[in-house]
């Protein structure tokens, strides 16, 4: 069982919103939302609000869910497109600027789906 939500066209880089999202993979889903309540980074916020989306959808499609027994499945952010801008610049010039856009996708499930699986062990 698995639910997914995502928020796209973020006004961030891509970079900035995987600081967050790397602090919550692989979590249940309780201690995610207290670690984002925790963080002091721009970008928390609006990835607890997808996560929060994530389990609301989760409760939707199962009727059997138990939301404390959920666990962060997968979490990635994705670049968006990049909005071009031009800056005026000395002598007539214009320098060019890129506002770069964030795609945040939060995939929540049942267990936690291992690294390591479908690998023989040796």
């Known amino acids: 069982m698995q639910a997914k939500a995502e928020a796209r066209y973020i006004r961030t880089s891509a970079q900035k919103a995987r600081l967050?999202?790397?602090?919550?993979?692989?979590?249940?889903?309780?201690?995610?939302?207290?670690?984002?309540?925790?963080?002091?980074?721009r970008m928390a916020p609006t990835v607890e609000k997808v996560l929060r989306s994530a389990i609301a959808n989760a409760e939707n499609r199962h009727n059997d869910v138990d939301v404390d027994q959920l666990?962060?499945?997968?979490?990635?952010?994705n670049e968006g497109p990049?909005?071009?801008r031009v800056r005026?610049?000395?002598?007539g010039r214009a320098y060019r600027i890129?506002?770069?856009?964030?795609h945040?996708?939060?995939?929540?499930?049942?267990?936690?789906?291992?690294?390591?699986?479908?690998e023989g062990e040796e």
């Open 20 to 41: 967050v999202i790397d602090l919550i993979s692989g979590r249940r889903v309780g201690d995610a939302i207290n670690i984002l309540r925790a963080t002091n980074k």
């Open 71 to 77: 666990f962060v499945v997968e979490a990635y952010v």
């Open 82 to 84: 990049r909005m071009k």
């Open 88 to 91: 005026p610049a000395p002598m």
């Open 98 to 102: 890129q506002r770069r856009l964030a």
């Open 104 to 118: 945040i996708v939060v995939k929540v499930g049942d267990r936690v789906i291992s690294e390591n699986a479908g």
